[in-house]
């Protein structure tokens, strides 16, 4: 349904007002009638068209009926299909009559200028921005839904800065720029009508710190883009240039989806009509898109290796040459922490995860940065976050546990369950029995995992086990069949089996972990009696 605006008319003096094309104007011609009219009779210009709501039917004009009786819920609908080469160059005259007939006893009369004004985005999720019929205002999920991405701005193209790039109101490479999505504010028809009328492009209160929007003119030169809306600046007066009808716009996001925030942010652009002085600005067309923030994805161990991390420790040097031996097998590179950056830490899978995040025009990996926070806490800022390689961590004010070290967090490869589709996976995270106690993952974290939507997660009874991570007793593993992947179980019934096997065989008193001089010497009976 177009959108629809009422206008009041005067027999006292001509009024004017603008048409976006696409919409509706209603005129109030039972308002502006003078006492005595009893009928009225209309007629526009050619670029105009006209129609009469009269007992709920509308009649386009021109039509067998010249009058029209002055009936509560008469109405005048009228729309242009063509810009304006003039300001006023279309018009529309409403002439009242009396009982008598004859002579008109008021004439109102309507200047209009037809302009256009679009404010678009990439909603076809096709790489580019275009005109589109599709409702920019929603915003549908899966291959055949619509609605424009945003990326959370998280990577540090400059190697030099300290920060992400979203976190000050400033571009420093164009490769930054390269990251955000653009949004086009298109104004078309003549342009002195912007003098009586103030443009202007906002954002809602509740969505201003979740987004970036930075503007440089007709200028493609760096230091001229400026941070315009976002943050505190809840509204940005746009000047149509003369010689440019479209105004590029390059937006970013500030933080992904998480409690309290969907993720759906609503940019919008407003004609504001200036009346006379000491009256407030009237808004007579608003245009709206919605974006949505793109979640963190998780990868799943079964996608082809880009890069392998591991850590240099103490007494580990064969470990990291076997390491090696396979990325070079595999092709891979392999980047390998040193014990000045890792201070004796060798669980990396427990310090991060890795992930991404895409929309149309970018895709770039993610490290996802748990709140364990022992001797790599530094790494992942310090070595991983870089050029379109971005970077998110959540804490745990309330102290973290072994759970909500990342060796707890898997995902699995696509599943359909019960007829759903996962076509990104499920995440499984470890946890307790609910109300029986124990431990559990940091809210924070469980929370920003579940509002990513898109793998929701799965808990999993792993407070059993003394470190406590789903990855101690599965992993998945690719295959040429069926799924393409197989999950691999730990059973701890087949261990004990096994156990008891030994001790029969007479290796009870063999002892176990000798080698670990931080472990206490633990015995077959005595694991396999505690079973």
Known sequence: MAQQRRVQLSTQRPTSTVCVLGTELSLDVCGSAPKDAVTFHVQGTPGVKVYVVHDTQSVKLPSSVSRWPLAAGAEVLLSMDALSKDVGDEKVRISYFGEAGGVPVGRAMLYLTCVEISLDADTTRGGTVSRTLLDKATWTWGPDGHGAI????CDRDDPTAKMLDNSDAA??????LKDMSQMVLRTRGPRTIFTG???????????????GVFY?????????YKHVLGGSKLAYTIKPSRHQEESIFYVEGLTFPDVGFSGLVAFHVTLLESPEKGLLETPIFTDTVVFRVAPWIMTPNTAAPLEVFVCSVDNNEDFVAAVGAVAEKAKCPLTVCPPLENR???WIQDEVEFGYVQAPHKTFPVVFDSPRDRGLKDFPVKSILGPDFGYVARQAPEGSSSLDSFGNLEVSPPVTVQGKEYPLGRILIGSSFPRLGGRRMAKAVKDFLTAQKVQAPVELFSDWLAVGHVDEFLSFVPAPDRKGFRLLLASPSACYQLLKEKQEEGFGEAAMFHELHQLEQGHPEAVAGSG
């Open 150 to 153: 945003l990326l959370v701005n």
């Open 171 to 176: 571009i420093h490479s164009y490769d930054d």
């Open 197 to 211: 009328h103030r443009l202007i492009l906002h954002v809602d209160y509740s969505d201003a710190d979740k987004v």
């Open 216 to 224: 440089g003119g007709n200028s493609v030169a760096l230091e001229e």
């Open 344 to 346: 004796q830490d060798r």
